[in-house]
């Protein structure tokens, strides 16, 4: 049965993309600026997480660095949720405009080539308008996955969110969706992945920002399997509507070692691309949540729940 909280929880989803949508840009900006300042003064365990995963990517920051960080940061998670409110009602034209990527031609040609292609990001700025400018600028369609929400009405209205930006949804759970993502793959597709979080408790360990976490192999598994092409990517805001981003160069596959070997020194490359746009910008890495081993119980149990991503 669905608890008063998820039900709770559910409404205010569906109210922020009915409503929030209507507003004009500027009201739309002051509010998402104002409840993320309201909810930083109010320092909950999501803020206080944000704060101490800030302390490992910059270990020098003082107290007060840190606390500015972490308003910077809820700022910039605010501004995520009120784009991403606001995207199904953006023009084509206002998709294209709002994103700006560096090195893109490392997507193109690898696309042009027909091996298919996997896009791995980690929880940098607003990814789904990243999708959204594929599926509009480049008219590129693609498969991602979502992770599986309470209550299921939630889980829906993000799948439906997504599939409205020109996205295929499939849910992390259920054991078909490793499989789906390879067909396309195969096919000369697209895959796009949020991958700095590992939510099965199953993933590979890497070196991250010198201490031990633990991210999905699937990224390093599908390129291994099916030939495709895998590609980091970065992503950050600045002083202006535009959102900015980078496709990193691709990771390749080692040409020896086993399966294991092989994925766990390509995850590793992920995470260090991860770092290097995580250490440029961290007030725009949204990880509310443990990552680290160190912070995890000691059995090692799976993350709390994220935003609606994989």
Same mark, same amino acid.
């Given at each position: 049965?669905?608890?008063?909280?998820?039900?709770?929880?559910?409404?205010?989803y569906?109210?922020? #993309?009915?409503?929030?949508?209507? =507003?004009? @840009?500027?009201?739309?900006?002051?509010?998402?600026?104002? /409840?993320?300042d309201?909810? #930083?003064?109010?320092?909950?365990?999501g803020?206080q997480? =944000? @704060?101490?995963?800030?302390?490992?990517?910059?270990?020098?920051?003082?107290?007060?660095?840190?606390?500015?960080?972490?308003r910077?940061?809820?700022?910039?998670? %605010?501004?995520?949720?009120? @784009?991403?409110?606001r995207?199904?009602?953006?023009?084509a034209?206002?998709?294209?405009?709002?994103?700006?990527?560096?090195?893109?031609?490392?997507?193109?040609d690898? %696309?042009?080539?027909?091996?298919?292609?996997?896009?791995?990001l980690?929880?940098?700025?607003?990814w789904?308008?990243?999708?959204? #400018?594929?599926t509009?600028?480049?008219?590129?369609?693609?498969?991602?996955v979502?992770?599986?929400?309470?209550?299921?009405?939630?889980?829906?209205?993000?799948?439906?969110?997504?599939?409205?930006?020109?996205?295929? /949804? %499939?849910?992390?759970?259920?054991?078909?969706?490793?499989?789906?993502?390879?067909?396309?793959?195969?096919?000369g597709?697209?895959?796009?992945?949020?991958a700095?979080?590992d939510?099965?408790s199953?993933?590979?360990?890497?070196?991250?920002f010198?201490?031990?976490?633990r991210?999905?192999?699937?990224?390093?598994?599908?390129?291994?399997?099916?030939?495709?092409?895998?590609?980091? /990517?970065t992503? #950050?805001?600045d002083?202006?509507?535009?959102?900015?981003?980078? /496709?990193?160069?691709?990771?390749?596959?080692?040409?020896?070692?086993?399966r294991?070997?092989?994925?766990?020194?390509?995850?590793?490359a992920?995470?260090?691309?991860?770092?290097?746009?995580?250490?440029?910008h961290?007030?725009?890495?949204?990880?509310?949540?443990?990552?680290?081993?160190?912070?995890?119980?000691p059995?090692?149990?799976?993350?709390?729940?994220?935003?609606?991503?994989?």
């Open positions: 049965m669905t608890s008063l909280k998820e039900r709770l929880t559910d409404g205010l569906g109210l922020g #993309w009915s409503a929030v949508k209507t =507003l004009p @840009e500027p009201v739309a900006t002051r509010l998402g600026r104002t /409840v993320a309201l909810a #930083w003064k109010r320092r909950g365990k803020v997480r =944000l @704060e101490s995963n800030y302390a490992r990517v910059v270990p020098d920051a003082s107290p007060e660095r840190l606390a500015e960080l972490s910077a940061g809820m700022r910039s998670y %605010l501004r995520y949720w009120m @784009e991403s409110f995207l199904p009602a953006w023009s034209d206002r998709v294209r405009n709002g994103f700006e990527a560096k090195d893109i031609h490392h997507l193109t690898g %696309l042009a080539s027909g091996r298919g292609v996997v896009l791995a980690p929880h940098l700025a607003n789904d308008l990243a999708g959204a #400018w594929v509009t600028a480049l008219e590129t369609p693609f498969t991602t979502a992770e599986r929400l309470r209550p299921e009405s939630l889980y829906d209205r993000f799948v439906a969110y997504r599939e409205g930006l020109g996205m295929e /949804v %499939l849910p992390h759970t259920g054991g078909s969706a490793f499989g789906t993502l390879a067909r396309r793959l195969r096919e597709g697209l895959v796009c992945l949020v700095d979080r939510l099965s199953s993933g590979v360990e890497v070196d991250f010198g201490e031990t976490a991210m999905p192999a699937g990224p390093a598994l599908l390129a291994q399997q099916t030939g495709a092409l895998l590609l980091p /990517v992503l #950050w805001y002083d202006s509507p535009v959102m900015r981003g980078r /496709v990193h160069p691709p990771v390749e596959v080692p040409q020896s070692g086993t294991a070997e092989r994925t766990s020194l390509m995850t590793q992920l995470a260090d691309a991860f770092a290097q746009g995580i250490a440029e961290p007030e725009d890495w949204h990880m509310l949540q443990r990552l680290w081993l160190d912070d995890l119980d059995a090692k149990a799976p993350p709390e729940s994220g935003k609606g991503t994989a």
